[in-house]
């Protein structure tokens, strides 16, 4: 998806420095917009990644491939701009507030204490005023006839199946609270598509608790900042508020496919054009575990029609900007749109990271492309292939074109395969097999190599929707998808949504005791989200979160030794 040319009016502002009474805060939403456009070169953080510097030299590299030679204005997309849900631009920011002045007063209480982190509580503090049965006790039909932004379904949802302590340690990277998460951004997209930023929370349950007093339609993750978020105004200089470190993410989304899925088009999507996705997860997965070594990528799905990826090794949250853009640029052959012509034009040789996604992406392109989308099948649909066989053998693209002039409907796996059978008889003197093969190496790769909506990975400072959050559209969660054991079988149409996961609290029923049995056994506890098809993704995740906290702590304990060993260990190299 080209990023967008101009941005938002207010996008320039810097930070306001005036302090705003943080009261005020939910009733008058922070403008989409805001940019840290200052704060946006993070110091040159000690990246543990030996790749990075071959990234930088990248591979592939024809007309379309453009990390480099793409001037980077300071003034670019806003980051929400571009994020899936197309909510965020109809949000249109606030006017922005008045300087009132730094009130002394405030300008140290929300450091370090707890208390403080509700300063938007004050005003008011209630907590969900619903029985959580309420919504159990009604009849299945009832709860289908809510919309699943219905803020009773979705406080149902927050208070009883949101897995907030599993957020809380994936964000943290460890049990007991640091800055990781506390000086994390979270923004909240509000019922009235009003946008909260810089929301900030020291425990999961300060989190869980502002989420039920606000309920937002969803909400969003951004970096780790230098500064608690919500005390940037009152910081003397704009450099002491910055982005320190985030998740390296991906987005990859279905509509930017629609000049290739032939089953369907928009926000629908079926099995049959999900396998893009698939074949794009298992493209961009397997480049970062082998061309970059990182270790813990969680997908996500995105709740109606793509998917995202979280990157979440140490160091990938410490790259800056200018790394981010040169990993998106080595995996960024392709760009999506309808715009015709030519979109995959590749130098030979080529790296070794295309000739291994050929290589995964071949099979697809047989089953997934022309079986399941036959996308040349007809006459105006075979001229699209005919234009991307090289320019320079017109006599192989007439005799093509005569042959399915006397076969109208012929399916796009015959087409496929003509090509070689006509070129092989073609009497041309010089006929170019190697041109031509390299044609057919663009063509599979223009169909399925991944289309990643590149801005997403690009910048520190990009907010991205939190996984687990219900995507207000279709009432599925954002649930993540186990791309080890479960990629090819993920159905996104099968991902529960909060309507029948609310339903499934319902309809639970306690384990029969055993005759004879011991009943006490069987009364242990059973939280709710264990009572429903949510409990795989979240056991999937609990498992994802405890490992990358095992890591962590490894490297802390590592760090540590060394700087207590006085490198004792390291002089002997
Ligand atoms: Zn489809």
């Not at 590299?61 to 909510?87: I, L, R």
């Not at 403080?116 to 008011?124: G, L, M, N, R, Y």
């Not at 760090?559 to 260990?569: K, Q, S, T, V």
Request: proline share 6%.
């Amino acid at each position: 998806m080209p990023h967008s040319e101009s941005p938002p009016e207010s996008e320039n502002s810097p930070i306001p420095m005036a302090n705003v009474d943080q009261e005020q805060e939910d009733a008058v939403a922070e403008s989409t917009t805001a940019q840290v456009s200052e704060a946006q070169q993070p110091a040159d953080e000690d990246v543990d990644m030996t790749d990075s510097n071959a990234v930088l030299s990248a591979p592939t590299n024809g007309t379309t491939h453009t990390s480099e030679s793409k001037a980077e204005s300071q003034t670019e997309t806003p980051n929400n701009q571009d994020t899936p849900v197309p909510e965020t631009a109809t949000s249109a920011p606030s006017e922005s507030k008045p300087a009132t002045g730094v009130k002394l007063e405030e300008l140290f209480d929300e450091m370090d204490s707890d208390d403080d982190e509700f300063p938007t509580t004050k005003a008011a503090k209630r907590e969900p005023a619903s029985s959580p049965d309420l919504l159990s006790s009604q009849s299945d039909m009832e709860i289908d006839l809510h919309e699943a932004s219905d803020p009773e379904v979705m406080r149902t949802f927050y208070q009883r199946l949101f897995p907030w302590r599993y957020l809380f340690q994936w964000l943290n990277h460890s049990p007991t609270p640091t800055n990781d998460f506390g000086h994390r951004e979270f923004a909240f997209t509000l019922q009235n598509d009003a946008y909260l930023r810089y929301q900030s929370f020291t425990t999961s349950d300060l989190l869980r608790k502002d989420v039920l007093r606000l309920m937002p339609s969803r909400f969003e993750i951004g970096p780790v900042y230098t500064a608690n978020p919500r005390d940037r105004k009152t910081l003397r200089n704009s450099s002491a508020f910055r982005p320190l470190s985030k998740e390296l993410c991906f987005d990859i989304d279905l509509t930017d496919y629609d000049d290739i899925r032939t089953c369907c088009d928009k926000a629908n999507i079926c099995q049959k054009c999900w396998q893009f996705i698939t074949m794009a997860i298992k493209v961009v997965d397997t480049a970062l575990r082998e061309d970059f070594g990182f270790k813990h990528i969680m997908w996500v799905y995105s709740g109606r029609r793509g998917a995202h990826a979280w990157v979440c090794d140490k160091s990938a949250r410490a790259l800056d900007d200018q790394k981010r853009r040169a990993i998106a640029g080595y995996l960024e052959v392709i760009r999506g749109g309808a715009q015709s012509g030519k979109k995959v034009n590749l130098r030979r040789p080529l790296h070794p990271h295309l000739v291994r996604s050929l290589d995964i992406l071949k099979q697809h392109f047989q089953s997934d492309v022309l079986e399941a989308q036959d996308p040349w099948r007809t006459e105006d649909q075979q001229e699209k292939l005919l234009a991307l066989l090289p320019s320079d053998q017109k006599q192989l693209v007439s005799a093509l074109r005569n042959k399915w002039a006397s076969s109208p409907d012929r399916p796009s796996t015959l087409k496929w395969a003509d090509i070689d059978s006509v070129a092989k008889t073609s009497t041309a003197k010089n006929f170019d097999t190697k041109s031509l093969l390299d044609a057919k190496q663009d063509i599979v790769l223009e169909y399925t190599y991944p289309r990643l909506d590149i801005e997403v990975s690009k910048k520190l400072n990009h907010l991205l929707k939190s996984p687990f959050v219900v995507h207000p559209g279709t009432g599925r969660v954002c649930v993540p998808i186990d791309v080890k054991r479960g990629l090819e079988s993920f159905d996104p149409l099968g991902v529960p949504t909060v309507q029948s996961l609310i339903r499934e609290i319902d309809e639970w029923k306690k384990p029969e005791t055993k005759e004879g049995g011991q009943e006490q056994e069987v009364e242990k506890h059973v939280v709710d989200w264990e009572k429903t098809s949510l409990k795989g993704y979240i056991e999937f995740f609990r498992s994802f979160v405890i490992g990358l906290m095992k890591d962590e702590r490894e490297i802390k304990v590592k760090r540590e030794r060394e700087e207590e060993g006085g490198g004792g260990e390291s002089m002997e190299f």
